[in-house]
């Protein structure tokens, strides 16, 4: 794998405003609960990292207690030792509406290196916008920061702070996720496309950290539109990336996208609105 394109960024990315603050070591029960599998489940280091397991008998799942309208949502994944294609990992955010937002980071398992990372944004329940990289590093054998930020201007991917997808707000020009979200993560079996799982390697084990919330949380289900933030709201107000972040996004495009929607000519004649504004970048 090409796997050293981004060293020569890592010293800048450390001293990146935006990931500067926020962070803080809070532990699980504060703005997150188990969701299924609770056998499955177990909190470890006083509650600052969990482990969700999957076997042929259950996976496991949690979310966020609230629905959010907005954040930036970090946290750090390690996800199932080898041999663990079939097996699916996730942190994603999703709304409970009939026509549901949901935005998402899906770790496909693989039986080896490189392990493949699914990004997808559904508006109103329209999604099929996937655009898949082939991560630079095993995800497997360390914690990696996989983060999301979500504001009225635009979603981002990164991982590790690195910009991979920009979904931009074009107004009324497409849709855009807007619905209040819960934040929620799971290990499951998704042999129907990831391929088969197979047991005896199991079983596996995700683990999680990062448990504090820097978003804008509903906190009167009545007021479902309005929103208090958990800390700052610098990210709130961030419009576009900068220029550093401009050439590592398009590094990471150039070197580690290989499924995007926008050129699957087998899906849309016409690239959807949302793939002109993001090839512009
Ligand atoms: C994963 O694969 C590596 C290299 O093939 C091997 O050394 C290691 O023992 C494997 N880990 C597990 C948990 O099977
Ligand atoms: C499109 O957006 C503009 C500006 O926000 C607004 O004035 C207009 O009513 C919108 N059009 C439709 C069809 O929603
Ligand atoms: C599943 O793993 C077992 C134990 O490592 C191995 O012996 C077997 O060949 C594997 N099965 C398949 C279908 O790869
Ligand atoms: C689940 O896996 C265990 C251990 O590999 C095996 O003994 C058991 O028969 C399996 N159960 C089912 C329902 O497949
Ligand atoms: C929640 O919103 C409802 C509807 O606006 C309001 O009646 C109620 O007082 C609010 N509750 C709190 C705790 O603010």
């Not at 080896?112 to 497997?140: A, C, Y």
């Not at 007021?223 to 576009?240: K, L």
Request: hydrophobic fraction near 35%.
């Amino acid at each position: 794998m090409e796997s050293y394109l981004f060293s020569g960024f890592l010293g800048f990315v450390m001293v990146n405003m935006l990931f500067a603050s926020g962070r803080r070591l809070v532990p699980f029960s504060q703005y997150y609960k188990i969701t299924w599998g609770k056998s499955h489940f177990t909190s470890l280091d006083g509650g600052t990292r969990v482990q969700l397991k999957l076997d042929n008998r259950s996976g496991s799942g949690f979310e966020s207690k609230s629905h959010l309208l907005s954040g930036l949502f970090d946290m750090k994944v390690k996800i199932p030792e080898n041999k663990s294609q079939g097996v699916v990992t996730t942190i994603y955010l999703i709304s409970k509406e009939a026509h549901h937002d949901e935005i998402d980071f899906e770790f496909i398992g693989s039986n080896g290196p490189p392990f493949d990372l699914s990004t997808n944004v559904f508006t109103k329940g329209v999604g099929g916008r996937e655009q898949k990289f082939r991560l630079w590093f095993d995800p497997s054998t360390d914690f990696h920061s996989y983060t999301i930020l979500w504001n009225q201007y635009q979603v981002v991917f990164f991982v590790d702070d690195i910009p991979i997808r920009v979904f931009k707000n074009l107004g009324n020009k497409t849709s855009y996720p807007t619905q209040g979200m819960k934040v929620e993560a799971t290990i499951w079996a998704a042999e129907e496309w990831a391929g088969k799982v197979n047991w005896s390697k199991g079983p596996f084990k995700a683990q999680y950290q990062g448990f504090d919330l820097d978003a804008c949380i509903v906190s009167n289900v009545s007021n479902p539109r309005i929103c208090n933030y958990t800390g700052g709201d610098a990210w709130a107000r961030i419009q576009d990336l900068n220029a550093e972040q401009v050439a590592q996004y398009q590094i990471a495009r150039r070197h580690y996208l290989h499924y995007d929607y926008c050129t699957d000519k087998t899906r849309y004649a016409q690239p959807p609105p949302e793939c002109q504004v993001q090839i512009k970048i």
